[in-house]
């Protein structure tokens, strides 16, 4: 069993930076990859950006050079660093993992945590 716990969400203006962190629990971490994903009101949840155990990422083209995924799987820990953050960044953030693959999501999910970007 994989738990997931999200921290690091808040109100940040345009332009700004924030970094969320994602600690999971369980023995099957390492093995997986770790993703954020996003939703906001009216859409569909998204795919963020993703990062294998060796390091491999995949992002949105929304975010690409932007906001940045790591990994320490000393610390069974995700973060995804953002910066030149913009309305449209607005949504609830996911932290999942139970995938083997960057591409599509795991079976596991945090609680999400929100992220409003408003002047």
């Known amino acids: 069993q994989v738990q997931l716990v999200e921290s690091g969400g808040g109100l940040v203006q345009p332009g700004g930076s924030l970094r969320l962190s994602c600690a999971a629990s369980?023995?099957?971490?390492?093995?997986?990859?770790m993703g954020w994903y996003r939703q906001a009101p009216g859409k569909q949840r998204e795919l963020v950006a993703a990062v294998s155990w060796w390091g491999v990422t995949n992002y949105a083209d929304s975010v690409k050079g932007r906001f940045t995924i790591s990994r320490d799987n000393a610390k069974n820990t995700v973060y995804l660093q953002m910066n030149s953050l913009k309305p449209e960044d607005t949504a609830v953030y996911y932290c999942?993992?139970?995938?083997?693959?960057?591409?599509?999501?795991?079976?596991?999910w945090g609680q999400g945590t929100q992220v409003t970007v408003s002047s």
């Open positions: 999942n993992t139970g995938s083997r693959t960057i591409t599509t999501a795991g079976n596991y």
């Open positions: 369980g023995s099957m971490f390492s093995r997986f990859v």
